[in-house]
């Protein structure tokens, strides 16, 4: 459907055909026929492909035969073209008992009655076509929304609150009030804990809409079935001087799937982050049935769900525990548990993974992996599902196999934007877009009129043709045939829309309190890490192998000869023992922090669920470090002494809170690098560079630019701190040991632990700053 500019108002129509009606907006063009696509769908064996259009000119509307086979008749007659209006008949494929519509003609109310303002053509939508239902507006009353049976406005919907927010009537009309809901509520697209409502607004609570219209409270539901426009996307990098999308623009029907295809580096990544708002296009528009994406962002956003290309699931957990945490971070607090494991089941038995439930999901095949991702999309109900290359690596059986569940969420209901490289099932799709190097579109429409349009019989022949035949111009030649004008032109199902002024960034998705996120992690991560058993052994073993290298290398007692060489390796120990627990564990989960993030999990509470539970892993394994080194051995301290406590307790904290900024260490490598096949060969670089400065190879005190490194350095200040309590120089009286970081003094002691506290502090801090530049780029300009 496309708007024709210029063309003279002529009034809206009522459609009623197999008992069911829509109303016909004058501003676009409406398909009739078999295909599923069409905007009246017309079952029988008697009716074309595509078989008429029902068009609005010159103050009127018209109906076109499409080269039907058996015709279409207006009044009884057969027609290529007619007038028709209110109270005409029309007959597809038999003139006496075929398919027919008839026409009414539809009341024209108010202005600011008719629709909310955010949505200009609402006939065009699914949503806002009509109210799901109309309620009178209660004088001076305060109407309380939410999940609850009790509220005066139930919504039953899992993203909304058991009580969610307040419309309050007052003097100067209607104000809308948050009452701290987990989702959020929403004025025209935008976060608002109170704020005025006037008509024409829309309210936005959940997968409700509201809107004021007279002395009625008229709301719209986001069933899933809705349409997305897109209009002259343009994406540019390089200060402009690189385009990566170029004026992008089709439509994708309600319960449709699209599959984007085209050679590398043709712009389908940034097609997707762009129509997923990651990372919002240059200029063009993004119409979510029939409002702005990007304006309304802030909404929006939580009726998308995304499948990156790598799964967004922790793959030790069983498939049933997976779930069960991502529903808890995803619903509200006040969600009891049988409702989310309703949902948790729903979903299972949605995507046949019944028989899966309690099977780690790293044991799955690689098209049941991807099924366990969708899965957890699927549990807040979006209405856009994009997927990123999901039978990426998959052999042909399960790349068909995968295909045909997208084809089944879409024919449920949803529209199903599917990224790919693979052509084996392009037939199950409704629509194909092709992408030329450029970002240009080659093609859109219908799978099997591809191959034809581009006069190839295979499509390696036809990706071969983008590489080597780059002067030619695909787009043009697209957009210059009757597949461009029925397909996107005509097909189009809102009206050009003028871009709005650049938006700045959007915050986080409102999110659970902070301390439920935080339980909720940590219950998670902890479950995760205790179901793999390689990370298990290690680290039960690596503690007792430190330590009884350090116990052997000290003997009996600490002396000239030991004194130094074991405190020099439970140093090596407590930064190997922290630094391997954390080195992988951002790096690995970048996709999962990513997609998360995106939907509201905070990332301070991320971050310190890794703090608190590998924290407490750490200092658990120093402890066994320090004491297995250390049992039996006489440490030869200065009348038996530490410095403020026992001396074995003294060191023990020593290690502990070096093994601790170890650990910190390792987060941010993790959270540095961007593959995590290096973190093994900079976990090693790490020890080396922990034992050439920590001060008991080569004299630090007083040499230019050594010094001031090795302030950055955990183990210079734990080996001081062990050495101040044991007085080193006393024992192994050398240069190297007069350092005055050794000293066996309080003030010492003291600074050197203080020190790798402010270590752990600035690691945090840094950290937290480059998990910030992983964010999607809308929530970080």
């Known amino acids: 459907m496309a708007e024709r500019p210029g063309s003279p108002p002529a009034p809206e129509l009522l459609v009623e055909s197999n008992g069911d009606s829509q109303v016909i907006d004058p501003h676009r063009i409406y398909h009739v026929g078999r295909d599923p696509t069409s905007d009246v769908v017309l079952s029988d064996a008697r009716v074309s492909w595509h078989h008429a259009v029902l068009r609005a000119t010159s103050g009127h509307w018209l109906v ?72 009178p507006l209660p004088a001076a009353r305060t109407i309380r929304i939410g999940r609850a049976p009790d509220n005066d406005l139930v919504i039953d919907d899992l993203v909304v609150s058991r009580r969610h927010a307040e419309l309050r009537s007052g003097p100067e009309g209607y104000e809308i009030v948050d009452l701290g809901s987990h989702n959020g509520t929403y004025l025209n697209g935008q976060p608002v804990t109170g704020a005025a409502v006037i008509p024409g ?30 209009q002259d996307l343009a994406v540019r990098v390089d200060k402009g001087r690189r385009t990566l999308l170029d004026t992008v623009s089709f439509p994708v029907g309600e319960k449709s799937l699209l599959a984007v295809v085209g050679p590398s580096g043709a712009g389908k990544s940034t097609l997707l982050n762009a129509l997923t708002g990651l990372r919002p296009a240059d200029g063009g528009t ?35 525990r997976a779930l069960g945490y991502a529903a808890q971070l995803r619903f509200p607090e006040d969600t009891a548990k049988a409702e989310r494991q309703a949902r948790v089941d729903e979903v299972i038995h949605e995507l046949g993974l019944d028989q899966r439930v309690k099977q780690p999901i790293h044991s799955l095949s690689g098209g049941q992996r991807k099924r366990v991702s969708v899965a ?56 194909l877009l092709v992408l030329a190097p450029g970002g240009r579109i080659a093609f859109y429409g219908p799978p099997e009129d591809a191959l034809p349009f581009f006069g190839f019989a295979q499509w390696p022949e036809a ?26 032109a005509a097909d189009s199902r809102q009206p050009r ?11 986080a998705p409102k999110a659970q309190s902070w301390g439920a996120q935080l339980r909720t992690l940590v219950r998670r991560y902890a479950a995760a890490l205790t179901a793999d058993r390689t990370f298990l052994i290690i680290m039960v073993a690596l503690p007792f192998v ?47 922090y990513q997609r998360e993030r995106a939907v509201g999990l905070s990332r301070s509470a991320y971050l310190m669920s890794k703090v608190l539970v590998l924290g407490v892993i750490t200092v658990v394994q120093a402890v066994v470090l320090t004491m297995v080194a250390l049992f039996g051995v006489k440490l030869n301290t200065p009348d038996g002494k530490g410095v403020l406590l026992p001396p074995l307790i003294e060191i023990t904290l020593a290690v502990a809170l070096l093994a601790f900024t170890a650990m910190m ?29 920590c001060g008991a190879l080569l004299k630090l005190q007083g040499v230019p630019g050594l010094e001031q490194l090795a302030w950055l350095v955990p183990s210079r200040w734990a080996l001081g701190a062990m050495a101040g309590t044991i007085d080193l120089h006393r024992i192994v009286p050398t240069d190297i040991t007069s350092d005055p970081l050794f000293q066996h003094s309080a003030g010492v002691w003291l600074l050197n632990l203080g020190m790798l506290v402010v270590l752990c502090l600035v690691l945090g801090f840094l950290v937290t700053k480059l998990l910030r530049r992983r964010e999607p780029e809308i929530m970080r300009k």
Request: hydrophobic content about 40%; charged content about 25%; overall charge negative.
């Open 497 to 507: 829309r003028t871009p709005e002024s650049p938006r700045g960034p959007v915050a």
């Open 64 to 135: 076109e035969d499409e080269g039907s086979t058996n015709g279409t008749y207006a009044d009884g007659r057969r027609v290529e073209q007619s007038g028709v209006g209110p109270g005409s008949v029309i007959r597809f494929g038999n003139p006496a008992d075929g398919p027919c519509a008839v026409l009414t003609g539809v009341p024209r109310p108010e202005k600011s009655a008719r629709r909310p303002s955010a949505v200009s053509h609402p006939a065009g939508t699914h949503t806002f076509r009509q109210p799901s239902s109309v309620r």
């Open 376 to 431: 957890l999309e699927l549990l807040t109900k979006p209405s856009l599902l994009f997927l990123d290359e999901p039978t990426s690596g998959l052999d042909p059986g399960m790349d068909r196999s995968v295909m045909h569940m997208l084809r089944g969420l879409a024919d449920d209901g949803r529209t199903v934007i599917v990224v790919t490289h693979s052509v084996l099932s392009l037939d199950v799709c409704d629509r």
């Open 286 to 320: 993004v119409l979510y049935d029939g409002r702005d994406l990007y304006r309304d962002y802030a909404e929006l956003r939580q009726r998308i769900g995304l499948v990156p290309q790598d799964d967004i699931l922790h793959s030790q957990l069983t498939v049933r």
């Open 201 to 230: 607004d829309i309210v936005g609570i959940g997968h409700s809409a509201f809107a004021l219209v007279g002395d009625e409270l008229q709301e719209f539901i986001d069933t899933g079935e809705v349409s997305l426009d897109v």
């Open 463 to 488: 990706f071969e043709a983008f590489e080597n035949d780059q002067d030619r111009d695909w787009a043009g030649q697209f957009r210059g045939s009757h597949l461009h004008r029925h397909y996107i």
């Open 665 to 693: 260490l390792g987060l941010f490598v993790s959270a540095l690098v961007r593959k995590e096949e290096v973190t093994m060969p900079l976990l090693v670089l790490l020890a080396i560079v922990q034992v050439v400065f």
């Open 546 to 592: 430190m330590g009884a290298m350090a116990h052997a290398l000290a003997g009996s007692r600490l002396t000239k000869d030991s004194a130094l060489n074991a405190l020099l390796i439970l140093c090596v120990g407590a930064v190997l023992t922290g630094a391997a627990n954390a080195v992988r564990e951002l790096v690995k989960e970048r996709v999962i």
